[in-house]
């Protein structure tokens, strides 16, 4: 706890709460939480204005670690706990942090009301692909055929798409970034922070004690130029080390060309956040036939549902000439003993 | 009982009337029951209601399964129950007929709609023959009037569809019953032309229906005489009708006005506690938010979101919600935030029977969570009461930092009584300390008095903080896995709800002071048990009624009045959950009686049990 107020210019330490972070050495989380409390003081908000919610999970200790507000949940329930602060708050920056567990397996219809509603609150989603704090069992993203304690023969079942998940939510924003990625995950943060209404982040983050090398086909240095698509509005959809190569359409759906062989740049694709299409075609590209497409697959407008809520109560203020508590107690029909 | 004769007709006087509806559930009873209410409150009496209807929205037309019913009573004396048996019984089909003439005593007043008395519907209805032609209705007056035909007849130049006009047969119900009980049906006029002011032909055609019902009354040569109850004698002041799911809602309303915060009720629809939402989503301008969750947990989810933001966090349910609700309830326990629970309970288990009553979910409040968690439970006697005690939960939720429940259930919900409209400046005043200074502060620090910790919101400089689900140091409030710390903050948890007991007025006991038995009640039971208690006390016995509104924790002068009677009865629609927890915590030989039938208990079975312990089996 601090006693200061925020009317001073913060730093990162600012944001840096008195407790000690207990992930896995290594643990991608590390990361990430560097790179919120980087970003924090220069978003222009309130240190006691900002709040992390979060369920329960590895990422979900994450609000301890930060000098805010904070409110470490139960499992899945934090965007339900985020949506009635929100509303009843609309003047809070209000973040949840959840993972792939908690978001979309236990907390998987809150995540999608949430979306849908487009609250004004920002979700970072950490996918590790894994139970962590449970000590490695699989979990609803992890692939189809993971041999996990809980699965010895391997898993059986379809992994969920968190972006897709998001898309078919009408989420208003939903982007990707990849914890080791400093520079671009604090640029998709901050856009995030800086959208109206939900903002998803699925940040890929590596589990190095129960999922290591989880992502490593995406995120090795010496593979990442041909294994992640950069996504830019208004660029063309171009990857690779020599940047060569594209992404076109073919029919109904997206083939890589080969800008070196017989592919021309005017055929590509341009990346357009506005478009839904092309975000959902996006979410579904992965290694090893596609390259992972990183930063903002969407960013639409659309009314919040806070400031929606709030406007219904300040108009129905407004119009009430007597709303003092003997006018409502005294309404309908009474009569006098 | 004197008579006099008014315009040819006989009015004579009664001093109490149960009146019931019945009728498809299409039929549109419940209306017309409500509309008759209103008009019987506006004349002054002193009434109590029992809406009984069936689960299905729409079970297929005529069958017994169909059925939906409204019972009122209504006195010039003091009342406290919606009556055991009808005196009055009207009958829209057959189906009504069969599944609640077995309740009419002899000589009862019958009315059926003869024209429904069709041979279709007297089969689906399961007779073999018509029960008005068999001589099974002999021992009752029975006044076969064509409410259909009359119906029609007073619509016939509107041009109308016929299943529209079939659909104002309730309001010729409604308007020859307020004849025959002599009520004014202005009121009714009134809401009729408010309610379809957009539909001047629906308007018209109610309007006219139940004048004609009205007036069939006054002229047709059917019923020799009309009833009259005069306006009973009730403690001076305004009043107005409300069922208790109004008189919570409002009374949430007001005690987040008197703290001067923001209302917000986190829920999901659910039978019978829907009317919460609806009530409160209407008054928006009193700074009211409401929240359509996706399902239960988000509701109370979103509550708790609120309320550490500072609002009025409510949530309100039934039984399978709260099942739903328990793991966010305990972590409200544990982050020690003020939150109401309302528990609109309804028969279980599961899904059980959505619209019919039941106590049952006291011992799911009182221990349905992992671990030790104490919550405060209150709960309401009468439709009115759900005012005051919702009133009170909202500001011993806050004064403690708890979740609260608010144990209410189907029969209060939806039941009506009068209720005697309160001044809003002689409220309870409802205070909020809200934590502002840095200095010395720690989430966790408490209240000498009241053990509760400090309410610090967010927005506020200096005090930004962690809570959550984890245990956490006595003090700081930062995780701690301690084993001694564990064991004072559970010990602290529960120190703190058993110290409510400050806040809970002396018991109040009706009867002798000592005696040979006390029937000792909670909830929806009052009405039943003060009848039945005044029943025994008019033949001499040496019997008294307590009622209890905080269950947990008990009132401090429980144990003491328990021992000046000989014997304690508990009446109780479960299976015996309060008489459980008194056994156990006074080591009484408390005794139960229960009954689990989906309907309130009447007085004659309360007075039975009481006479057989008493030693005067009948
Ligand atoms: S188990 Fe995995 S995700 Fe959890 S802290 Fe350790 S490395 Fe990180």
């Known amino acids: 706890m601090s006693e200061e107020t925020t009317a001073a210019k913060l730093t990162r330490k600012d944001f840096v709460s008195d407790q000690d972070v207990r992930w896995c050495p290594g643990c991608g989380d590390y990361s990430i939480l560097a790179q919120v409390q980087r970003l924090m003081p220069e978003l222009g908000v309130e240190r006691e204005k900002t709040v992390f919610i979060s369920g329960i999970g590895c990422s979900s200790r994450f609000p301890y670690y930060m000098n805010t507000y904070g409110f470490h949940s139960i499992h ?41 509603r487009n609250v004004d609150v920002n979700i970072l989603l950490f996918n590790n692909r894994i139970y962590g704090l449970t000590k490695g069992q699989y979990s609803p993203t992890s692939e189809r055929g993971k041999v996990t304690k809980s699965t010895p023969l391997g898993s059986v079942d379809f992994p969920l798409h968190p972006i897709t998940v998001a898309l078919g939510a009408e989420a208003t924003f939903v982007a990707r970034s990849i914890d080791v990625e400093a520079k671009h995950l604090q640029a998709v943060i901050r856009r995030a922070s800086e959208h109206r209404g939900t903002s998803f982040v699925e940040i890929l983050q590596n589990c190095n004690i129960f999922n290591d090398g989880a992502f490593s086909d995406i995120t090795d240095k010496d593979r990442k130029a041909e294994s992640q698509l950069v996504l830019e509005h208004g660029k063309p959809l171009v990857f690779g080390k020599e940047r060569d190569k594209g992404i076109r359409m073919s029919g109904h759906k997206l083939e890589v060309v080969d800008l070196n062989n017989g592919g021309s740049e005017s055929d590509l694709l341009i990346h357009d956040e506005q478009d839904a299409a092309l975000a959902f075609l996006l979410s579904t590209l992965q290694p090893p036939s596609f390259p992972a497409p990183v930063g903002v697959f969407r960013a639409v407008d659309r009314p919040t549902y806070d400031a929606s809520m709030a406007a219904q109560v300040e108009k129905a203020k407004e119009k009430a000439a007597n709303a003092d508590l003997d006018a409502l107690f005294n309404r309908g029909d009474t009569w006098e003993v | 009982m004197q008579s006099e ?87 829209m089909n057959p189906a009504a007929l069969k599944v609640n003439v077995g309740d009419l005593p002899s000589n009862g007043i019958l009315i059926v709609d003869k024209e429904q008395f069709t041979d279709q519907n007297i089969k689906k209805a399961e007779f073999t023959e018509s029960p008005l032609t068999d001589g099974s209705l002999d021992r009752y007056q029975v006044f076969e009037v064509s409410i259909t035909k009359l119906t029609l007849n007073a619509l016939n130049d509107m041009g109308l569809p016929t299943r529209t006009m079939m659909r104002s047969r309730n309001f010729f119900a409604l308007g020859l019953t307020s004849w025959l009980f002599q009520r004014d049906i202005e009121p009714t006029l009134r809401w009729i032309d408010a309610k379809f002011a957009k539909k001047p032909e629906i308007a018209e055609a109610n309007r006219r229906v139940l004048k004609a019902g009205y007036n069939y009354g006054e002229t047709a040569e059917v019923f020799r005489t009309a009833y009259k109850v005069k306006a009973a004698e009730i403690a001076p002041g305004r009043y107005r009708n409300i069922t208790g799911n109004t008189a919570a809602s409002l009374g949430l309303i007001a005690a987040a006005r008197r703290a001067d915060l923001r209302l917000f009720l986190g829920t999901y629809p659910i039978t019978p506690a829907s009317d919460i939402l609806h009530e409160l989503a209407s008054h928006k301008e009193y700074d ?14 979103a509550a708790l979101g609120a309320a550490f933001g500072g609002a009025v966090a409510v949530t309100s349910t039934s039984g399978p919600g709260i099942c739903l609700k328990s793991e966010t309830i305990n972590l409200a326990v544990s982050v020690e935030l003020p939150l109401v629970i309302a528990d609109i309970q309804r028969g279980g288990p599961s899904t059980g029977l959505p619209t019919k009553t039941e106590q049952a979910d006291l011992m799911l409040a009182m221990y349905g969570r992992n671990s030790d968690s104490p919550v405060p439970i209150l709960a309401p006697a009468t439709p009115a009461d759900c005012f005051s005690v919702a009133y009170e939960a909202v500001r011993i939720a806050i004064r403690y930092m708890t979740p609260v429940f608010f ?32 200095k010395g502060f720690f989430p966790y620090l408490r209240n000498r008095e009241t053990l509760s910790r400090p309410w610090a919101i967010p927005g506020t400089p200096g005090l930004e903080h962690r809570v959550g689900g984890i245990e956490k140091d006595y ?97 109780e629609l479960n299976m015996g959950q309060l008489v459980r927890m008194l056994r156990a915590e006074y080591l009484v030989d408390a005794i139960g009686l229960s009954k689990v039938q989906g309907q309130p208990f009447k007085v004659s079975e309360i007075v039975r049990k009481a006479k057989s312990l008493l030693g005067k089996n009948q």
């Open chain 2, 407 to 438: 144990l209410s259930d189907g029969y209060l919900a939806n039941g009506a009584e009068p209720w005697r409209i309160p001044e809003a400046a002689k409220l309870p005043p409802v205070e909020v300390e809200f934590r502002k200074d840095p």
């Open chain 2, 288 to 301: 009211v938010y409401t929240f359509q969750a996706e399902d239960e947990i988000a509701g109370v989810g």
């Open chain 1, 76 to 116: 899945g329930r934090a965007p339900a706990i985020a949506t009635g602060l929100k509303a009843s708050r609309p003047d809070l920056s209000v973040w949840v942090v959840t993972g792939d567990g908690d978001g979309l397996s236990i907390g998987g219809n809150h995540l999608l009301h949430v979306l849908r």
């Open chain 2, 475 to 571: 003090l700081t409030g930062n995780v701690s896995y301690a084993p001694m710390n564990h064991e004072q903050m559970v010990r602290v948890r529960a120190r703190k709800i058993a110290g409510i007991v400050r806040e809970i007025p002396p018991t109040e006991v009706n009867g002798p002071a000592e005696g040979d038995l006390l029937i000792l009640g909670w909830g929806s039971t009052y009405g039943s048990i003060e009848s039945a208690t005044r029943a025994l006390q008019a033949e001499g016995e040496k019997v008294a009624h307590a009622h209890i509104r905080f269950i947990n924790p008990l009132p401090p002068d429980l144990n003491e009045i328990l021992t000046r009677y000989e014997r304690v009865l508990v009446p």
């Open chain 2, 5 to 91: 004769t008014v315009a040819e007709k006989a009015i004579e006087e009664r001093d109490r009337v149960v009146i019931r509806f019945a009728g498809d559930s299409g039929d549109g009873m419940q209306l017309a029951g409500m509309h008759f209410t209103n008009e019987t409150a506006l004349a002054g009496n002193d009434l109590s209601t029992l809406p009984d209807f069936p689960a299905e929205i729409r079970a297929p037309a005529g069958t017994l399964a169909g059925v939906s019913g409204f019972q009122l009573h209504f006195s010039s004396l003091d009342i406290f129950t919606p009556g055991d048996q009808p005196d009055v019984l009207v009958a």
